[in-house]
């Protein structure tokens, strides 16, 4: 009689889930990945679809066609309400209960404005195509109507764009808005010059990339600052109105506001009553399961997992990606060790040829640094197809300072009459 292959569910299809299923794939074990999007992203090049840089198919895959030779891999495209462990069933929206013997979560983060949700509709966060071509819709509106607005305040409002959190996101995001808005449209737009724009990088803390050496933070400022990009440190933002931002002490007036300050883990945590940090990520084992929960495992931005110096690990892709792999080995019975995160170094680009690498004892800044991220982040970049299409939208991109995405979709900006005459206090 024929042994009864185990049932592995997968929930989340980022960067964790998706390793996890690769590893599964071919093996003795049934596997379904779930996820409430029907493909996976390439979350750090986001930014490069926010600014028009890219396009979304450049970076992201159907979950199906990446699993297509995979016949042990199943993908449900729904929403997880719920886990009973007991009866070792998750919940879903639409199909109901599924069963599993093995669940890993890999189910990610979303935005966090710190108990201040109404501030969403003014500054939205980046996490998905949809946050993407939304920024990317206000940004270059705002750039078309300044174009033809008389008005000179009405005009410096539009043309002013505030970024909110001086992490790699938030980092990336200015200079690419500072590019875009200064370098790239001076040859389209008649009336817009590279002087009209300004970009504000507003951060809380005493510098921007705090997870970085003090040394890559200090070049990774300069190198705003020779984009155009004004940065505030030590100046929290307290208020986020319909064009205004309040930050310290000063009053921004700004159409297009980005929020790049902070995460918050998915209900995961809430689903198994599980102990959790103040970002929602569930405490787990340094084998990756979740405590009480023999065959639960929790990877990614769903997870606090220590590092060697005992800070949790930081929410980024090569993290999830390793422990994802390391817990399909442990369901596959490869190893049983605790994991250990294996740095390869953290990287952030600042605009065009400049990027900050940490390599540990070695720190690396300017094009050599931007080469490197570039080559990085194509490599592990999904597919042949999205490879060769971002090698050469970044080629192009870089001697013609044009954008080959800039296509406004989505619904029209409200009209002049709605939004004219919000006068600074």
Not at 106 to 123: E, M, P, V
Request: hydrophobic share 45%; glycine share 8%.
């Amino acid at each position: 009689m024929n042994e009864r292959v185990p049932k592995v569910v997968i929930v989340g299809a980022g960067f964790g889930g998706l390793a996890a299923a690769k590893r599964l794939a071919g093996k003795a074990v049934d596997v379904t990945l779930v996820d409430r999007r029907n493909h996976h992203l390439f979350q750090p090049l986001l930014y490069q679809v926010a600014t028009a840089a890219l396009s979304p198919a450049d970076i992201a895959a159907p979950i199906r066609s990446i699993f297509a030779d995979a016949p042990n891999v199943r993908v449900l495209l729904d929403e997880v309400t719920g886990i009973d462990a007991g009866s070792h069933q998750i919940l879903l929206d639409r199909t109901g209960p599924l069963d599993f013997d093995w669940l890993i979560l890999s189910t990610g983060a979303r935005h966090s404005y710190f108990g201040h949700d109404h501030w969403a509709k003014h500054a939205p966060g980046l996490k998905s195509i949809e946050d993407a071509l939304e920024i990317r819709r206000r940004v270059l509106m705002a750039l078309e109507l300044a174009e033809t607005e008389s008005n000179v305040w009405r005009r410096r409002q539009l043309l002013t764009f505030v970024v909110i959190g001086g992490g790699p996101t938030g980092v990336e995001m200015a200079g690419a808005i500072a590019e875009l808005a200064r370098r790239s449209v001076s040859r389209d737009f008649r009336s817009i010059t590279p002087r009209c724009s300004r970009v504000v990088l507003v951060e809380a803390g005493d510098r921007v990339l705090p997870g970085f050496p003090p040394q890559l933070s200090a070049a990774a400022e300069q190198a705003l600052r020779d984009l155009g990009v004004e940065i505030l440190v030590n100046t929290p933002v307290s208020e986020i109105e319909d064009d205004l931002v309040i930050a310290g002490q000063e009053r921004i007036a700004a159409d297009t506001v980005v929020w790049a300050a902070g995460v918050q883990a998915s209900p995961a945590a809430r689903w198994l009553g599980a102990e959790h940090d103040k970002q929602g990520r569930i405490f787990v084992e340094r084998d990756l399961r979740v405590p009480h929960h023999e065959r639960i495992f929790a990877i990614g931005d769903t997870a606090n997992v220590p590092g060697m110096d005992g800070k949790a690990l930081p929410a980024i892709a090569p993290v999830a990606k390793q422990q994802g792999r390391c817990v399909a080995d442990q369901i596959l019975g490869r190893c049983s060790t605790p994991f250990t995160y294996r740095s390869f170094g953290n990287l952030a680009t600042i605009g065009r040829s400049k990027a900050v690498i940490d390599w540990g004892r070695h720190q690396q800044s300017g094009f050599i640094a931007w080469l490197i991220w570039s080559f990085a982040h194509i490599w592990f970049l999904i597919g042949f197809r999205s490879r060769i299409a971002v090698g050469v939208n970044w080629l192009w991109n870089y001697l013609t300072y044009q954008r080959s995405a800039r296509l406004i979709t989505g619904e029209a900006v409200k009209s002049k009459s709605e939004s004219i005459s919000r006068q600074a206090a």
